[in-house]
């Protein structure tokens, strides 16, 4: 019978206690506060926002740079408005594009294009034409100094399209026929490897 201390020359027995070479619970909570501490400031580093006009991190931006500001937000939404030019010559035919020019807008709610017509900057007519095509006006500049105000149209076809299919360039309308087809011509299958067994 072995004595109780184990062989002798042997390894010695097992030790229960934490404090071997597996880790105290001092090392373990310092490597713990270690790896708090190192999330917490990837988080406040990768989240801290620069809010100024030269970096637009936020819609504020936005709001705070739309002419009428207050009116706006009131009676309609902020908005960048994208002035371009497009040339095409026709011999040879080629196609230029200007650089873009970004400025702050504004898009009116169909019901408060009277605001526009109450300070003559539309005509009647004009509201009536534009409203009898579901549109809305938009405007760009300071609505007592001569701002650029155009009828626009809102597009649901443009909304999104990168969520419908990122891997595919096929427009939402397409994708729906398209989607469509492959379900007929599924059923089509099913129901001819159906009747096929008859």
């Known amino acids: 019978m072995p004595p109780p201390g184990g062989p002798p020359g042997g390894p010695p027995p ?11 619970s001092l090392t373990r909570a310092l490597i713990a506060a270690a790896f708090v501490t190192g999330v917490g400031l990837g988080v406040y580093f990768d989240s801290n926002i620069t809010l100024s006009p030269s970096n637009v991190a936020s819609t504020e931006i936005v709001d705070r740079r739309t002419p009428n500001s207050e009116l706006c ?27 873009p020019e970004v400025k702050p807008g504004c898009i009116l709610r169909r019901s408060n294009v009277n605001l526009l017509e109450s300070k003559k ?4 007519q004009q509201v009536d034409t534009c409203k009898r095509s579901m549109n809305t006006f938009a405007f760009v500049g300071d ?17 999104n399209q990168y969520l419908l299919n990122p891997k595919r360039l096929v427009p939402a309308n397409e994708a729906a026929q398209l989607q469509q087809l492959q379900q ?14 008859l």
């Open 143 to 159: 609505l007592e100094d001569s701002p650029e105000v155009s009828c626009v149209y809102h597009s649901e076809e443009a909304e």
């Open 73 to 99: 937000m009131a009676y309609g939404y902020s908005a960048m408005a994208f002035d371009q030019r497009l040339f095409v010559s026709f011999n040879p035919f080629n196609v230029y594009v200007s650089q």
């Open 14 to 24: 097992p030790n229960n206690n934490n404090s071997g070479g597996g880790g105290s």
């Open 121 to 124: 900057l539309v005509s009647p």
């Open 184 to 197: 007929q011509q599924a059923a089509a299958a099913g129901g001819a490897g159906a009747g096929g067994g």
